[in-house]
């Protein structure tokens, strides 16, 4: 079968130009086959779509004739072959059989669009981008979207989203966190289903990474990240990726990656001025049905917190409180029910300081927070601080575990899942608990932390 392949070839070369016939027909190669089935390898997604499209139908009519039967042909995915010295850019695919990708959860949000995002001078130049990406009028890609936490980064990667799937329904677009990317990665690892993880992202027509600088420092998920976006960039699919930082200040990121990040448009969000807080804190009193007066909605937004997760969420307890109690939001209820959550937030409760009040609670120093030590002593303080961090910041899992000497985020999921449990089963634990949350509270206005570390 792999003469007859190869004679199929050598017949359709006259028929094709010589430039047409090394660039889509000299790559491919025999895999195996039977008296009936041809499996043909192909260097990647793109160029199996392309084959399909233009010159599987003419390779099995050449096939078939050659047999005197009927033939199928089975094109699968493959790694190139590279000659000595040289360096392939191409995406190390496994076999994968069928012609159809994997199905594919978009995962983007439906509430957030452009309709609902509020413009200000902070955001202006990261909306006018989204803008033109959603609509085709403009090629940036990759479009790299980078500031501080809550200030709509989300938001705008899920409206590009769904502005595309209302334009055209049929595409395939994929929304995730660098987490989500990073534990799917290793369930297909634990599961061998690696081909199936690099069919489906590579196949995609638009792709979506939120806080892609969590990937910094995990090498085999920047591996794959690599060859996903190489094999997107080059079949012209839109990339759009989100970072707390630019490319350059994102720490043990491959330089590879780097400079691919940086080949496209940059645009930041900035703090939104008060205006822009009162405009999103209107629209969002407005859509949530919460009566909010220009008077309390500037209140609000006069806060120093830029964050405006935190600000919908003081807005979320005026309007439960209004609910109970069938009683507008007015001015001076607003500064009684906020007072002490805005003063509490404000003192900024930080990792650092959960393992420095953790050690002292525990009588253990910070550096055996942060080591590998295994030993019960260190082990349960250490997930007890974990888990306060996960309870009283507004960090990720990623971000913790890169605090508590640079774990991984499945032991810090580990460790709040095993406290919580815990809690559940000892009341005597979950007193302790307890008393270490108001300790952390505590001592944000008393510290003294002369016994840690």
């Excluded at 033109?132 to 890609?141: G, Q």
């Excluded at 009283?392 to 406290?419: C, N, P, W, Y």
């Excluded at 559940?424 to 932390?449: A, C």
Aim: glycine share 6%.
């Amino acid at each position: 079968m792999k003469k007859i392949l190869d004679q199929a070839l050598a017949g359709l070369e006259s028929q094709l130009e010589p430039e047409e016939f090394q660039r889509w027909l000299r790559p491919l190669k025999y895999r195996s086959g039977t008296d009936r089935n041809i499996r043909i390898q192909v260097p990647n997604i793109f160029f199996k779509k392309w084959i399909t499209d233009r010159y599987l139908h003419k390779i099995r009519a050449a096939v078939c004739d050659l047999c005197g039967r009927d033939v199928t042909l089975e094109l699968v995915c493959g790694p190139t072959q590279v000659s000595a010295g040289e360096t392939s850019t191409k995406a190390p695919v496994e076999s994968i059989s069928g012609d159809q990708p994997p199905l594919v959860s978009s995962g983007i949000n439906e509430k957030y669009t452009f309709s609902n995002f509020v413009v200000g001078a902070s955001n202006q130049l990261a909306h006018a981008a989204s803008l033109a990406v959603a609509n085709a009028t403009a090629v940036y890609n990759p479009l790299f979207i980078y500031g501080g936490s809550g200030l709509g980064k989300t938001h705008i990667l899920n409206a590009i989203g769904n502005h595309l799937l209302k334009n055209n329904p049929k595409m395939t677009v994929a929304y995730r966190t660098s987490e989500q990317f990073t534990n799917e990665l290793i369930e297909a690892l634990r599961s061998e289903h690696m081909s199936d993880f690099r069919q489906k992202y590579r196949s995609i027509d638009a792709l979506f990474i939120d806080d892609i600088h969590f990937i910094g420092g995990k090498e085999r998920t920047q591996e794959e990240f690599f060859y996903t976006f190489n094999s997107l960039y080059e079949a012209d699919k839109q990339i759009v990726l989100s970072s707390d930082k630019m490319p350059k200040d994102i720490p043990d990121l491959e330089d590879r990656l780097r400079s691919r990040f940086e080949g496209g448009l940059f645009a930041d969000i900035a703090p939104p001025d008060q205006e822009t807080k009162v405009a999103i804190l209107s629209r969002k009193a407005e859509e949530e049905g919460i009566p909010l007066s220009n008077e309390v909605a500037f209140y609000l937004a006069s806060q120093q917190e830029t964050n405006i997760r935190v600000l919908e969420g003081y807005l979320a307890r005026l309007g439960a409180y209004a609910s109970l109690h069938n009683a507008p939001v007015e001015l001076d209820m607003a500064q009684k029910i906020l007072g002490m959550f805005i003063e509490a937030d404000q003192k900024l409760i930080t990792v650092d300081h959960i393992l420095k009040v953790a050690a002292s609670f525990f009588n253990v120093k910070v550096a055996d927070l942060k080591s590998a030590k295994k030993q019960k002593a260190v082990a349960a303080p250490r997930q007890a601080a974990m888990y306060m961090a996960r309870q009283l910041t507004h960090m990720s899992t990623i971000e913790i575990g890169q605090r508590f000497g640079g774990r991984d985020h499945s032991t810090v999921i580990h460790a709040v899942k095993k406290v919580t449990t815990r809690m559940q089963q000892d009341h005597s634990f979950t007193r302790t608990i307890q008393e270490l949350e108001r300790t952390i509270r505590d001592s944000v206005t008393r510290p003294d932390y002369s016994q840690a570390g």
